[in-house]
């Protein structure tokens, strides 16, 4: 048996209100579409068509190889949808239909559906549900021996149809034949002068050729709409995502306050703690533990790692290291094993050798540290002279005293010292201390004569 998959995906979306094509919308770091064709990628498909319009070139664009992009440049309706969609598919035995708003859908019920097709040899077969609130969905009716006969759509219902509560999902296998045959045959006389796809099992009923249903998880059938819909949609994915790991061994505190993107990769034995959110390609290594409260993206957070209220974007930490609370670490910034990043500190572009320390109130920006090497107390690297960025080279062992500035581009050698307080803007040659303070001067009694100053002039 051959299939070909059409994924529809031109429409606007019209309910999101949004410049977005509806299908780019993202749940848990995937746009919807991309839900969609992950779900797809198991099944037995020999082509995959997605039929774009609106926004035709981004949704093309995040297409995975093996897919094909196909036009339609009105959308008039899920059958002239379908039928540009078929003029791209060869010569197949079977068509499985499947919309692009249906973050849900997963693939062993796609499977089962062609399954069923195949087995029954029906001229199509529709993934329907039962669900409480049918509203807005298309209704599948049935006739007296349970067969389907149609489907009517719910602005075209008359009010003992609307009360059917098993709708049609939008996804079908269909005969290839019988879905050509049928397809212009499909007209647009109903409320939205729309070519509508559902018309397509009216007609093949109509012409007495077997139409089957397999009854779906209703969960699995809701579309996306309405951002309430993609917000209940994600909501969803989060639990199935936070259920496999914890299948696998990741501990998380509390599931309901715990987001992990699709592409996120979390070892067993990784502790998540409530507020964590690991977005885009992030990774957690096992024995890491991670929260309250991390907003990581694309990062890497290493074995036995622990960070804590921390911003992290395209940033590594390496085995043992500590970050947090408050810190920030922004895209190049790597700590080494066992290094550490503290309180208030921000950290750049840079790295931070093994057993270094960052403690507190720190900008650490295009820097190199060495090792075992101790930032004191708001120390900064002056690294931006208006016009260019300049680096940062701190050696092994070296001591920065508090509240240094190190004006870039600047190297400070192994076992080197800096004074509290210092700028330093020339190098430092190993094991030296620099110092660059002004002398300190002592003004004694000045209390006291302020004191009588002040009497003399106010009384
Ligand atoms: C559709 C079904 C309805 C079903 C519901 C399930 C029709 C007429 N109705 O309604 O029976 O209960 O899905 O969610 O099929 N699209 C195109 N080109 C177009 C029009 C739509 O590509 O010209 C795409 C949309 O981008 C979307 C999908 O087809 O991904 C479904 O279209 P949508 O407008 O959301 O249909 P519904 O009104 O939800
Ligand atoms: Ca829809």
Known sequence: MTTAAIVLAAGKGTRMRSDLPKVMHPAMGRPLIGWVLHALAPVDVDQTIVVVGHGADRVAATLPAGAVAVVQPDQRGTADAVAVGLDAVGDVDDILVVPGDMPLLTAATLIALLDAHRTSKAAATVLTATVADPTGYGRIVRDGTGAVVAIVEDRDA????????EVNTSVYAFDAAALRDALPRVGNDNDQGEWYLTDVIGILAGDGLPVAAVVADPIEAAGVNTHGQLAAAAGELRRRINDELMATGVAIIDPARTHVEADVVVAPGATLWPGTYLKGDSQVDAGAVVGPDVDSTDSHIA???????AVLEGATVGP?????????????????????????????????????KVPHLSYIGDATIGEDSNIGAGTITVNYDGYDKHRTVIGDRVRIGSDTMLVAPVE?????YTGAGSVITTDVTPGALAIERSPQKQIEGYAERRRRRAQEKHG
């Open 158 to 165: 008359d009010p003992e149809t609307a009360a059917i509560d």
């Open 303 to 309: 074995a036995d790692a622990t960070v804590r209220y």
């Open 320 to 356: 043992r290291a500590t970050v947090g609370p408050y810190t920030y670490l922004r895209p190049g910034a790597v700590l080494e094993a066992d290094a550490k990043a503290g309180a208030h500190v921000e950290i750049k572009k840079s790295v931070v050798g093994a057993r270094s």
């Open 412 to 416: 400070i050698g192994d076992d080197a």
